[in-house]
């Protein structure tokens, strides 16, 4: 059954406006995305227990983990395009973070866009590649490229120490076909 998020029914419907609302009526993946974020927050908290404090959302979109989750001393990282964040933004900024000494911080930029570095960002916005990262990337791998893919898979090894971890979905043609 869906999970109720206040948080995201605020964040769809002021990012898809008629749209939102009507995915909502719909249920449009509800189950699949309530079941998608479930997992995610497992590994966060799982891995809060075993000492990671940074958690990096890779094509974040609308994730409110930062909001949601109560668990002190997390340096949340939300990576999507900057068209994203120019809609979402608005919509958190007057939301206090989930737990005392929490941090947010956007990187924007699309993975394969012409000059966007993910190291580069992350590490512009405070990551810190020496300490566990618990890397989320839901809904995201469908739409790279083989090319990408790889290259990701480089980066998240050049910027995780031991302990950190990795959760993402995918589907096969077949499973859609």
Not at 19 to 43: C, F, I, P
Not at 137 to 156: F, K, N, W
Request: with cysteine; net charge negative; glycine share 12%.
């Amino acid at each position: 059954a869906a999970l109720e998020d206040p948080l995201a029914r605020k964040l769809l419907l002021g990012a898809g406006g008629a749209a939102g609302k009507e995915l909502l009526h719909a249920g449009a993946n509800v189950d699949y995305m309530s079941l998608r974020k479930t997992l995610g927050d497992e590994l966060v908290y799982d891995m809060y227990g075993s000492h990671a404090r940074q958690v990096v959302s890779i094509g974040a979109g609308l994730d409110s983990r930062a909001f949601r989750l109560v668990l002190p001393e997390v340096s949340y990282f939300e990576v999507d395009s900057q068209e994203l964040f120019d809609m979402k933004e608005p919509l958190v900024a007057d939301l206090p973070l989930g737990a005392p000494g929490c941090t947010r911080r956007i990187v924007p930029g699309f993975l394969g866009a012409p000059g966007f570095d993910l190291s580069r960002g992350l590490r512009e916005a405070g990551h810190d590649a020496s300490k566990p990262t618990v890397w989320l990337m839901e809904g995201l791998l469908p739409y790279l490229t083989r090319a990408q893919v790889s290259t990701l898979a480089t980066d998240l090894g050049s910027l995780s120490a031991p302990g950190s971890a990795l959760w993402g979905d995918s589907f096969t043609y077949t499973s859609v076909a």
